[in-house]
């Protein structure tokens, strides 16, 4: 059992869990049914690859997640280039994977280590650095989900479909950028200040 939650061992200083350490995969609870499609013993047994006390799902999730915020950047250059398909292909690509990590990293470890702090929780940085990840990541991944199904199919009906593209590309690329922010403060009160 070491390295995984147990509530039976209290708090550090921070008030954060002791002794956690799968914070982005949410193995934690030996009671707590975890999702049987996620690969266990990559993510929840492996240590992490980046020195911080995090497990692999951890750090492999944060290496991804910045990558994916430099295709971003990559297709707004190509938006201004007036180069729509491959920006299409880039931005939906992004969406598509996030989806994948929210699904096998990120939401299980939000159920599991988030949920059940809140409200009481959110006065401590470690659940609210999370938690206003947790909500703007799914703001930003909703709308993305709505754009791509606005501009790459008929499924949205014409009543519900936005005219000008620019405002709502923007609006999504700034929620993006303050989810990947919140991410790394995530990362950081989990992962790094625990350490101190």
Not at 67 to 76: P, R, T
Not at 84 to 93: E, K, L
Not at 140 to 153: F, S
């Amino acid at each position: 059992m070491a390295g995984l939650w147990n509530p039976t061992l209290g708090q550090t200083k921070g008030g954060h869990p002791a002794g956690i350490n799968l914070g982005l995969l949410g193995y934690g609870h030996k009671d707590r049914a975890s999702p049987d499609f996620v690969p266990k013993v990559v993510f929840s047994q492996m240590k992490g690859f980046l020195g911080t006390g995090a497990t692999f799902g951890a750090d492999l999730n944060l290496i991804v997640q910045l990558i994916m915020g430099v295709a971003l950047v990559a297709g707004v250059v190509l938006a201004k280039g007036r180069r729509y398909r491959a920006h299409g292909i880039c931005q939906s690509t992004v969406l598509l994977l996030n989806l994948i990590m929210i699904a096998l990293v990120m939401g299980p470890s939000f159920r599991l280590q988030v949920t059940p702090a809140l409200p009481r929780g959110l006065h401590k940085h470690y659940y609210a650095a999370a938690a206003v990840h947790g909500f703007l990541g799914i703001a930003a991944e909703l709308l993305g989900l709505y754009i791509v199904l606005v501009a790459g199919t008929n499924v949205v009906p014409q009543s519900l479909r936005f005219k000008n593209w620019k405002p709502w590309m923007r609006v999504e690329f700034i929620l993006w950028a303050f989810v990947l922010l919140t991410g790394l403060a995530t990362y950081c009160a989990w992962y790094i200040a625990p350490l101190r």
